[in-house]
Nanobody, 126 residues
Framework: QVQLGESGGGLVQAGGSLRLSCAAS????????MGWFRQAPGKEREFVAV????????YYADSVKGRFTISRDNARNTVFLQMNSLKPEDTAVYYC???????????????????WGQGTQVTVSS
């Protein structure tokens, strides 16, 4: 059983930056593929980014590519999401998620993730 806890959300002006963190406990962190998702009011939860178990590969949603960077520190059991050039449409609750990968392919499908954090609010003002 893995417990996940996000932090680092807040209110920022458009064009600003935030760095989200997700700390994991209760499992072997390096065994898990880690993803970030977000959910805006009235919308479905959507994929943002995913990183492989050892951080060698990553994949991003088109909407954040070039602005967001996912990384991980397995020694600290933490995954990060650096968000730059933020836009009002990035406003959402951001969730981290973990899964034990069954193949080498990264996945953006939320139903494939087993463990979820409680989320952290990111609000970008125009």
């Amino acid at each position: 059983q893995v417990q996940l806890g996000e932090s680092g959300g807040g209110l920022v002006q458009a064009g600003g930056s935030l760095r989200l963190s997700c700390a994991a406990s209760g499992g072997t962190f390096g065994s898990y593929e880690m993803g970030w998702f977000r959910q805006a009011p009235g919308k479905e939860r959507e994929f943002v980014a995913v990183i492989s178990r050892y951080g060698r590969t990553s994949y991003y949603a088109d909407s954040v590519k070039g602005r967001f960077t996912i990384s991980r520190d397995n020694a600290r059991n933490t995954v990060f999401l650096q968000m730059n050039s933020l836009k009002p449409e990035d406003t959402a609750v951001y969730y981290c998620a973990a899964r034990l990968p069954s193949s080498g392919a990264l996945t953006a499908m939320k139903y494939e993730y087993t463990y979820w954090g409680q989320g952290t609010q990111v609000t970008v003002s125009s």
